[in-house]
């Protein structure tokens, strides 16, 4: 196995030795749900105050109203009563720095990790992707602020949401650990 996979292991055989919540109810306690990036620089627990069993956090590249998020909303409303969510991008996301087409392409090239240069995003070899990558919306923006209102507003008019449960907009600060209210 890997270093990392060792590590993964053990730090959980650290956390299963003195687990005690194996009590807590399946429902979120603090009936709410998060709705945020993938970002490894955002931790939702720390941020958000929260506990295990608290709240539903749902994540994803970019922190977007993807179809696949919205099912998971409402399957928290619906079969876990939450009826407040939070829609939070963060600063300086990953998300802005490129579209479709360049993810297509790069993709097309080569399925390898590529790099963030001065001059764009690029592949360090190219031994042959897939075209698939040009076919996928990836839900890039390139205005902070109005991708958490268009999240917010998808959210808020999907058919499957009910109108009562309130939908909040905010920006965390990867600098200052701030969330900042989007309206």
């Known amino acids: 196995m890997s270093k990392i996979y060792d590590e993964v292991v053990a730090a959980n055989e650290r956390y299963a030795s003195n687990?005690?919540?194996?009590?807590?109810?399946l429902p979120p306690a603090r009936r709410f749900a998060i709705l945020t990036c993938m970002d490894?620089?955002?931790?939702?627990?720390?941020?958000?105050g929260l506990s295990e069993g608290d709240a539903h956090v749902i994540r994803n590249a970019g922190g977007r109203a993807s179809d696949d998020a919205i099912r998971s909303?409402?399957?928290?409303?619906?079969?876990?009563?939450?009826?407040?969510?939070?829609?939070?991008?963060?600063?300086?996301?990953?998300?802005?720095?490129?579209?479709?087409?360049?993810?297509?392409?790069?993709?097309?090239?080569?399925?390898?990790?590529?790099?963030?240069t001065p001059?764009?995003?690029?592949n360090n070899s190219r031994n042959g992707g897939s075209p698939e990558g040009r076919y996928v919306r990836w839900l890039t923006f390139k205005n902070l602020e109005?991708?958490?209102?268009?999240?917010?507003?998808?959210?808020?008019?999907?058919?499957l949401v009910p109108r009562n449960?309130?939908?909040?907009?905010?920006?965390?600060?990867?600098?200052?650990g701030r969330l900042i209210d989007v309206h």
């Open 40 to 48: 490894a620089r955002l931790d939702p627990a720390k941020f958000a």
């Open 146 to 159: 109005g991708s958490v209102r268009e999240d917010v507003a998808r959210i808020r008019n999907h058919p």
């Open 73 to 116: 909303l409402v399957i928290s409303h619906k079969l876990l009563g939450t009826n407040e969510w939070f829609v939070i991008h963060h600063t300086d996301c990953g998300m802005e720095l490129f579209d479709d087409q360049t993810m297509g392409e790069l993709l097309a090239e080569d399925l390898a990790t590529a790099s963030y």
């Open 165 to 176: 449960i309130p939908v909040h907009g905010q920006i965390y600060d990867v600098r200052s």
């Open 119 to 122: 001059a764009g995003w690029q």
């Open 19 to 25: 687990f005690d919540k194996g009590a807590l109810p």
